[in-house]
C-alpha cells in the first residue's frame, strides 16, 4: 500500500485517547470511523470530539468551517464490520488488557481489507505479542500517542518483531499527516522510550521515601524547581495516575527482572486506593481542592543526582539495546513529558562518570540491582557522552547541534532560527538563549545568508516568555540581575546583526517573548497570536530590555498601557500600537513571513547594514545617528550595488545586489 491509498482510518475505542485520535485524524482530513462496544460510549466520545472542535475554533485555533468539516468526516459506530471493511489504517485504543484486545482482533479481522494496517496505542504491551494475535504480524505495529492527542506533538512509532520497515514508514508518515512528530522505536522494548524514561523515575522517588532518603516535599521541590520538570514528580504521578505506573511497572518488573520491583510506598498507595486526583487523593490530598503546595527551596543535591543518575542508566538502557538512539530519546521525552531538556542531554550536562560512581555508591550501599549500571551508560560515560562530548557538538560529525533550537535555510538567502522547545511552548531559559547567541553568530557568519527570520516551533506559541518553573530554584536578586542582564545581551544581538531580522509569531509572543520580538526589525502575526507582557501579574516586570524598547516602538503612553496592565493583546490592537508590521490570516502565516524575510534578503546587504547602525545609533543619540548616516551615504556612493540599482531602474528590472 502507498501512503496516498490511505484514506479512510478506523480508530476502535472512543474513550480518551480514542476520541482525541480521531479527532486528530479528522482534522487531518481522514475519515474516520470511531467504534466503541456501547452507542453511549460512541456518542459520548463524539459529543467530546464536538465540543474540543467548538473550542478550537473559539480559540481561533482553526476557523469554523473547518471545525464543521471535521466533526463530518467523524462516523460513531458500534458494529465492527461497518467500522472496518473500508479502513485502510486501524488505531485500537481499547484497555490495556490482553484478553480485550485479542477479542477485538479477532473481530476486525474478519472484515479488515488485506492491504490495511493494525496499530495499537498501547502504553505498556509488547508489540510483538500485540501483533501475534493477528493475522498480519508484518502489517502491525505501535502508535503511542500522549494525553490529550490534540494538544500533544509526540507519537512513538514502535516495531515488533515481525513489523515490516515499509509499515513502520507508512505508520511515522501518516502521524506526520496529523501534525505530529513520530519517534521511532527500533527495538519493542517495556515502556518504549518515554515511560521507560519516566516510570523508573517515579519509583526511585517512592523508592526513597520508603527508605527515608528524602520527603516528599523534598523531592517534588528538587524536581520541579532544581531540574526544571514541568512537574514535581509524585504532582505527576497523582495527574496519571499511581495504578497506571504501577500497572506498567509491573510489566516491565515482569520482562526486565528486579531492577524494576515496585517500592513498597507505591505499593502502599496502591493498596489505600490513593490513586490520585482522580480518587481524590494520592500522595497529595484533593478531596479540598488544595492539591500539592510545593516548597520552592527545600530541593537538595543527593535528590537531584540521585533520580539524574537513575534517568542515566534508562538512557544508557534504551542506547546500549538499540531501542533509540539519544537525539530521538531527548526528542521524545521533551514532547512526551514536557522536559526542559533532553535527558540524555542533562545526564551530559551533569557529567556520566560522576552519575555512574552515584549508582556504584548507591549499588554497594543497598545491594539493590535496580542501581547497576548499563553497559550503554558505561560506553557513553567512555566516550565522552551520550552527544559525544557533551559540549553541543554531535559525535564524530563536526557541526553544531542545537537542543532548544533549530537552524534552518529554507532558501532565497533566508537563514531561520526556530524555537523548538515546543512541549514547553518555545519558553526561554539560560540554555536556549546560549544556542540562540551561538546561532546568531553562525547566520551572520554565513556569507550566503543576508536576513534572519526567527519563529517558534509548532503552531501554539513563538514564546509564551520565559521557562518561569526552571528558573524560581535560584531566584537570589544577584542571581536574577545576571539573568537580566544575559537576556538583554543575546536578545540585543539581534538589533547589533547587519542584516534584517523578522521575528513570525504564530501563536503567543508573551513576557519575553515578546521582548525577544521587540528586538527584532520586523514583526508578523497570523491573526490568532497574542501578544502582551504578564509580569506585573507575578510580582515582576519585564527584564529582558521590554520597559525600554516598547515606549521607543509603540510611545510612552502605549508601552505604560501594555506593561501595567499585564493583559494580552490581540494582533490588530499591537498593529494600531505600531508595534506589528503586519498581521495576517493565520492559513497564510508561514508562507507570508518566508516572502517578506526573502523580500529584504535580495535587497542592498551593505545598505540595509550601514542604514541599521544608522538608525540604531540615532535612536540613542540623534548627532551620533546623523553623522553616521552621512557617513555610511558617502561609501555607499562608490559601491558596485549602487550602480547596479541605477542600471536596474533605469531598465524597469529588478536589481540582484551582491553586497560589493
Not at 550501599?365 to 562530548?389: I, K, M, Y
Amino acid at each position: 500500500m502507498e501512503f496516498d491509498d490511505i484514506e479512510t482510518v478506523a480508530v476502535l475505542g472512543a474513550g480518551n485517547m480514542g476520541h482525541g485520535i480521531a479527532e486528530v485524524a479528522a482534522l487531518a482530513g481522514y475519515e474516520v470511523t470511531m467504534r466503541d462496544i456501547k452507542e453511549e460510549f460512541v456518542q459520548d466520545g463524539y459529543e467530546q470530539i464536538e465540543w474540543s472542535l467548538q473550542k478550537l475554533a473559539e480559540k481561533e485555533r482553526i476557523p469554523e468551517d473547518e471545525a464543521e468539516a471535521a466533526l463530518d468526516r467523524v462516523t460513531p459506530l458500534v458494529d465492527v464490520e461497518e467500522a472496518v471493511s473500508d479502513a485502510d489504517f486501524v488505531i485500537e485504543a481499547v484497555p490495556e488488557q490482553m484478553d480485550i484486545k485479542r477479542e477485538v482482533y479477532d473481530e476486525v479481522e474478519e472484515s479488515l481489507p488485506e492491504h490495511a494496517i493494525i496499530t495499537s496505542n498501547t502504553s505498556s504491551l509488547s508489540i510483538t505479542n500485540l501483533s501475534e494475535e493477528t493475522e498480519r504480524p508484518e502489517q502491525f505495529a505501535g502508535m503511542h500517542f500522549f494525553n490529550p492527542p490534540v494538544r500533544m506533538q509526540l507519537v512513538e512509532v514502535i516495531s515488533g518483531e515481525h513489523t515490516a520497515e515499509e509499515t513502520l514508514e507508512l505508520t511515522e508518515q501518516l502521524a506526520e499527516a496529523f501534525d505530529k512528530t513520530p519517534v521511532r522505536v527500533r527495538k519493542d522494548s517495556p515502556g518504549f522510550i518515554v515511560n521507560r524514561i519516566l516510570v523508573p523515575i517515579m519509583n526511585e522517588a517512592c523508592w526513597m521515601v520508603s527508605e527515608d532518603a528524602a520527603t516528599v516535599k523534598e523531592i517534588d521541590s528538587t524536581t520541579k524547581f532544581d531540574m526544571g520538570l514541568p512537574m514535581g514528580v509524585f504532582e505527576l504521578s497523582d495527574m496519571t495516575g499511581h495504578d497506571i505506573t504501577y500497572h506498567v511497572l509491573e510489566y516491565m518488573h515482569d520482562v526486565l527482572g528486579d531492577a524494576y520491583e515496585p517500592a513498597p510506598f507505591l505499593e502502599e498507595l496502591i493498596e489505600e486506593e490513593r490513586l490520585g486526583r482522580k480518587t481524590g487523593e494520592g500522595v497529595y490530598d484533593y478531596e479540598d481542592g488544595d492539591g500539592p503546595d510545593i516548597p520552592t527551596d527545600a530541593g537538595t543535591e543527593e535528590v537531584a543526582d540521585r533520580l539524574t543518575a537513575v534517568m542515566a542508566n534508562e538512557v544508557g538502557n534504551l542506547v546500549g539495546n538499540d531501542v533509540a538512539d539519544p537525539a530521538d530519546i531527548d526528542e521524545a521525552v521533551m514532547l512526551g513529558a514536557g522536559f526542559p531538556d533532553g535527558p540524555a542531554r542533562i545526564a551530559d550536562e551533569a557529567g556520566l562518570e560522576s552519575l555512574v560512581e552515584t549508582l556504584e555508591g548507591l549499588a554497594e550501599e543497598t545491594g539493590h540491582p535496580r542501581f547497576e549500571v548499563s553497559d550503554g551508560l558505561r560506553a557513553a560515560a567512555e566516550a565522552g557522552g551520550f552527544h559525544g562530548n557533551g559540549d553541543g557538538d554531535a559525535a564524530g560529525d563536526g557541526e553544531v547541534e542545537f537542543a532548544n533550537l533549530e537552524v534552518r535555510y529554507p532558501g532565497d538567502r533566508v537563514g531561520q532560527i526556530v524555537l523548538s522547545r515546543e512541549a514547553r511552548m518555545n519558553t526561554i531559559n539560560p540554555a536556549l538563549m546560549d544556542e540562540l547567541s551561538e546561532a546568531i553568530d553562525l547566520l551572520e557568519d554565513d556569507e550566503d545568508v543576508r536576513a534572519l527570520l526567527i519563529t517558534g516551533k509548532g503552531d501554539r506559541a513563538f514564546s509564551a516568555g520565559a521557562d518561569v518553573t526552571s528558573m524560581a530554584g535560584s531566584a537570589q536578586p544577584l542571581d536574577a540581575i545576571e539573568l537580566s542582564r544575559k537576556g538583554q545581551r543575546t536578545f540585543g544581538k539581534l538589533e547589533q546583526v547587519d542584516m534584517p531580522v523578522v521575528a513570525g509569531i504564530d501563536g503567543y509572543a508573551l513576557g519575553g517573548g515578546f521582548e525577544l520580538a521587540l528586538c527584532c526589525d520586523f514583526r508578523i502575526a497570523s491573526e490568532r497570536s497574542e501578544l502582551g507582557t504578564p509580569e506585573h501579574n507575578l510580582g515582576l516586570l519585564p527584564g529582558w530590555g521590554g520597559t525600554q524598547r516598547l515606549a521607543r516602538i509603540a510611545g510612552f503612553g502605549r508601552a505604560k498601557e501594555v506593561v501595567f496592565t499585564a493583559e494580552r493583546f490581540d494582533p490588530e490592537t499591537m498593529y494600531d500600537y505600531g508595534v506589528l508590521t503586519e498581521v495576517v490570516p493565520t492559513e497564510e502565516f508561514e508562507e507570508r513571513v518566508h516572502e517578506f524575510t526573502a523580500e529584504l534578503a535580495a535587497g542592498p546587504p551593505v545598505a540595509q547594514k550601514l542604514t541599521k547602525r544608522a538608525m540604531h545609533a540615532g535612536w540613542a543619540d540623534i548627532d551620533a545617528g546623523l553623522e553616521i548616516e552621512a557617513q555610511a551615504f558617502g561609501h555607499l556612493v562608490n559601491t558596485d550595488d549602487l550602480m547596479e540599482g541605477i542600471t536596474a531602474f533605469m531598465g524597469d528590472e529588478e536589481p540582484e545586489f551582491e553586497g560589493k
